[in-house]
Every structure is written in structure tokens, then in C-alpha cells.
């Protein structure tokens, strides 16, 4: 294997971002989509453009294994030369790390509970998981969930800690990588 700054106009598989909610997987993967002229998904739209409806009343009214399952089944549905935001939980369940891995290079959006803190507590009534959660227990979710998927995260072809960086910052970082071809 060599390694090769990252092209994505030679990328023949998809790029995928991952980790928790808050560290700018879509953010970062719809500029990276947009830069290198690549189709941008983000799973959790996705899910809510099929349903016909938004995440919330999705969990409310379906269930979390039912939105697992969901997110589960569009993953295996994207094509090649994608770039794509996971959700949160994605690589968490149903083995979708594992498909993740062999279908395509995995970037890890790595960020310190702190900053997540930070910036989920600006904007927590648009995510289930967190809605209407004191700061209190939403520092206490992030450690929690944080401890419970980070061995997960960590599988990641790459990881990008962000807690101290620039959105340009990171889509440089992201542009210098060496993928194995």
C-alpha cells in the first residue's frame, strides 16, 4: 500500500464523517462536497426526507430501534464518490461501523466533552437525545455517551481532534490526509 494525498475526484468509494452530535460532521462534509464537487449525505436528512418527518417525532412516535434500523438501511444504500455526515449513534449499532469500514475511508471529528458541551447547549431542542435536558444532565449525557462509543469512534481510518480548531483549520487537516489506495 502507498499513501497518496487525499483526491477525491480519484476516490471511488465513499467518505464518511463520524462521531458525536455537535462536532461538525455535516458542517465540514457538506464544505468538503462542495469543494471537491461531490454529492453530500447527511443520514439523519436523509431519514427525515423518507419519513416525512424530523428526527424528534421520529423517536417520539417510532422509536429509537426503529430510527436505528432506518439508519442502518441508508447506509447500505449509498453509492460510491459520496461524502457523508452519520449521525451521531450510527456506528454505534447494528454493526454499521464494520460496513462503514469496508466501504469507504471513515474520518473520526474528534472534540473534548467541554466543547461539546458548548456547543450542544447552545442548540439543544433540535436533537432528540438531548431535548430538554438541564446542563446538568446534559454534561452528564456527553461523558455517558461519549465513554460508550468513543472505542467505536476510535476504529475510524482517521481521527481530527476539533475542539481547538477553525472550520478552515479542520477542512485543511481533512484535505492533507494519506488514505492507503
Request: hydrophobic content about 35%; proline content about 3%.
Amino acid at each position: 500500500m502507498k499513501n497518496v494525498i487525499l483526491h477525491l475526484n480519484n476516490l471511488n468509494m465513499i467518505l464518511y464523517f463520524i462521531g458525536f452530535m455537535g462536532v461538525g460532521k455535516t458542517t465540514i462534509g457538506k464544505q468538503m462536497a462542495a469543494y471537491h464537487n461531490y454529492n453530500f449525505i447527511d443520514t439523519d436528512r436523509k431519514i427525515e426526507e423518507i419519513a416525512g418527518k424530523n428526527i424528534s417525532d421520529i423517536f417520539e412516535e417510532d422509536g429509537e430501534r426503529y430510527f436505528r434500523q432506518r439508519e442502518s438501511s441508508i447506509l447500505k444504500e449509498i453509492p460510491p464518490k459520496n461524502i457523508v455526515s452519520c449521525g451521531g449513534g450510527l456506528p454505534i449499532y447494528n454493526n454499521n461501523m464494520k460496513f462503514i469500514k469496508d466501504s469507504g475511508v471513515s474520518i473520526y471529528l474528534k472534540a473534548s466533552e467541554e466543547s461539546i458541551f458548548d456547543r450542544l447547549s447552545k442548540k439543544p431542542n433540535n436533537r432528540p437525545l438531548i431535548l430538554n435536558k438541564s446542563k446538568e444532565k446534559l454534561r452528564k449525557f456527553i461523558k455517558s455517551k461519549l465513554r460508550e462509543r468513543e472505542g467505536i469512534y476510535l476504529k475510524a481510518d482517521y481521527i481530527i481532534e476539533t475542539s481547538n480548531l477553525s472550520e478552515k483549520d479542520v477542512l485543511r487537516k481533512v484535505n492533507t490526509l494519506h488514505l492507503p489506495l
